[in-house]
């Protein structure tokens, strides 16, 4: 069966077709790592881990590389008020981000690049745009002539004269035409920077991801992916960088993921209504978010509501329930019938529906709903007086295979888990144990926890958590 993907560049759906049989390289914008990150940037860890997933089950090496940008005003901004230095608080949220996606089941990519760690590639990337007469120096700052690259616009489908409507030169800028944009910033005062052929100064946000992206994949690339707010500008200067330096494609297929609403609203800090994936882990069960994200089809906008979260668990929990129900069968039947050839069969349409959905643009939410029908048909079966081992074990054994898809645990708290609510108790407990200096019984609780699998890690904001 052939993969299709909806391609933001041509806004249709399209077969996938690999540059390399069998391989496919795949490219994610990730985080700008200022400080923990919020839902919103948790869709695309989720989407993008299971679209990579669903490769690797249909038998393709996937090369997944998600970036860090670990250079940026807000991190400069958050390394100032910290008291710290730039690499310390990137180091700092990179791995708080790395805790975080993990909770959520998603797989380490195969490459995580960092800024500071290309720098001498990015420096030779804007070399060599310069020298192909497709940028220049001002005043220690390089900017990308965006009128030189006449395919400009067709990732967003806009216009150059649209777009030239709406442009302005900010004061500071040196730039010829108010559509360039910059590709090295001079350095300020007491600002991280680097040297270069054009002064101390540290990168561009756009010219990172291109350069990335060819050192660890290529001149071009199969998927790029994002969230649906880099369409433009970001993804769009990429292109036009990419392409200009290497006179080829840059990605062939682009992948973009709604926006989030919270409780209807767009989720932004103005609002009030920007919730961190740290604090949402600790109210809710992991399992049950990511469950939550992939029961939308990854383009269409989500509403995060609890009411919505709880629906989720609920669907959830029903899965987990027939899995359970089949596992305890099988454990307690000493009387087996003869395997049933049509049993194995309906579960065998279950899993093909489920492919089919999938290879259409990823359809989680249409192979959710397959699920739900492969639950039903486990009820049934299951309440039957003659049950087949063979039959048992394939229903399982697709429950399996499905979920981890999706990247859906089945698994449930094992006896003698610690609750949410206790775990918050002794840290709370611990917390006053330090500050009246009974250090003894503080060290007991951690413990206590880490005997329990529950890793703390103290920071300025207070004491974070997590299960082993």
């Known amino acids: 069966m052939t993969i299709k993907i909806y391609n933001t560049l041509t806004r249709r759906k399209e077969t996938?077709?690999?540059?390399?049989?069998?391989?496919?390289?795949?490219?994610?914008?990730?985080?700008?790592?200022?400080?923990?990150?919020?839902?919103?940037?948790?869709?695309?860890?989720?989407?993008?881990?299971?679209?990579?997933?669903?490769?690797?089950?249909?038998?393709?090496?996937?090369?997944?590389?998600?970036?860090?940008?670990?250079?940026?005003?807000?991190?400069?901004?958050?390394?100032?008020?910290?008291?710290?230095?730039?690499?310390e608080v990137a180091d700092r949220f990179i791995k708080a981000y790395k805790e975080d996606v993990k909770a959520f089941g998603?797989?380490?990519?195969?490459?995580?690049?960092?800024?500071?760690?290309?720098?001498?590639?990015?420096?030779?990337?804007?070399?060599?745009?310069?020298?192909?007469?497709?940028?220049?120096?001002?005043?220690?700052?390089?900017?990308?002539?965006?009128?030189?690259?006449a395919d400009y616009g067709k990732l967003s489908h806009q216009s150059i004269d649209e777009l030239r409507a709406?442009?302005?030169?900010?004061?500071?800028?040196?730039?010829?035409?108010?559509?360039?944009?910059?590709?090295?910033?001079?350095?300020?005062?007491?600002?991280?920077?680097?040297?270069?052929?054009?002064?101390?100064?540290?990168?561009?946000?756009?010219?990172e991801c291109s350069t990335m992206a060819k050192k660890y994949l290529g001149e071009t690339i199969d998927i790029h992916a994002?969230?649906?707010?880099?369409?433009?500008?970001?993804?769009?200067?990429?292109?036009?960088?990419?392409?200009?330096?290497?006179?080829?494609t840059f990605a062939n297929y682009w992948m973009h993921n709604g926006y989030i609403n919270i409780d209807n609203e767009k989720m932004s800090k103005s609002l009030g209504n920007f919730v961190l994936v740290h604090d949402i882990i600790q109210q809710h069960d992991p399992n049950v978010v990511r469950f939550f994200m992939l029961s939308v089809h990854y383009r269409n906008p989500i509403n995060f509501s609890e009411a919505l979260l709880e629906s989720a668990k609920n669907g959830l929990e029903r899965i987990k329930t027939a899995y359970?129900?089949?596992?305890?069968?099988?454990?307690?039947?000493?009387?087996?019938?003869?395997?049933?050839?049509?049993?194995?069969?309906?579960?065998?349409?279950?899993?093909?529906r489920f492919i089919q959905e999938m290879n259409d643009d990823f359809n989680t939410a249409n192979a959710i709903s397959v699920l739900f029908d492969l639950v039903k048909d486990a009820n049934h079966y299951v309440n039957e007086s003659h049950t087949s081992e063979v039959v048992i074990d394939h229903f399982l054994t697709t429950f399996t295979k499905l979920t981890s898809v999706l990247g859906?645990?089945?698994?449930?708290?094992?006896?003698?888990?610690?609750?949410?609510?206790?775990?918050?108790?002794?840290?709370?407990?611990?917390y006053e144990a330090r500050k009246n200096k009974d250090f003894a019984r503080a060290d007991e609780i951690r413990d206590e926890l880490k005997a329990k699998n529950i890793i703390l890690e103290d920071t300025p904001q207070g004491t974070r958590w997590k299960r082993g």
């Not at 994002?226 to 200067?237: A, R």
Request: aromatic share 10%; proline share 4%.
């Open 324 to 352: 359970d129900n089949l596992s305890h069968r099988r454990e307690a039947s000493t009387n087996f019938a003869d395997g049933n050839e049509s049993w194995i069969e309906k579960v065998n349409q279950h899993e093909q």
């Open 226 to 248: 994002g969230g649906q707010d880099l369409s433009f500008p970001h993804h769009e200067n990429e292109i036009a960088q990419s392409e200009s330096l290497n006179g080829k």
């Open 16 to 87: 996938f077709t690999p540059i390399e049989e069998d391989k496919v390289r795949m490219y994610v914008c990730g985080p700008t790592v200022y400080n923990y990150i919020h839902i919103g940037n948790a869709r695309p860890a989720i989407v993008f881990d299971t679209v990579r997933r669903y490769f690797e089950f249909q038998g393709y090496e996937v090369q997944y590389v998600l970036n860090f940008t670990d250079v940026d005003d807000k991190i400069i901004k958050a390394a100032n008020e910290l008291g710290q230095e730039v690499p």
């Open 106 to 149: 998603v797989k380490e990519a195969v490459h995580h690049p960092r800024v500071m760690e290309t720098m001498d590639d990015i420096i030779a990337f804007i070399d060599g745009l310069i020298e192909k007469g497709y940028a220049y120096e001002a005043g220690g700052d390089v900017y990308f002539k965006t009128r030189s690259f």
């Open 166 to 207: 709406g442009a302005r030169i900010q004061v500071g800028e040196k730039k010829e035409d108010p559509l360039d944009f910059v590709l090295w910033k001079a350095a300020k005062p007491g600002e991280i920077s680097w040297n270069s052929p054009w002064g101390e100064g540290r990168p561009g946000w756009h010219i």
């Open 408 to 430: 859906i645990s089945l698994e449930g708290k094992k006896q003698g888990d610690l609750q949410d609510e206790e775990i918050e108790n002794l840290i709370q407990e611990r």
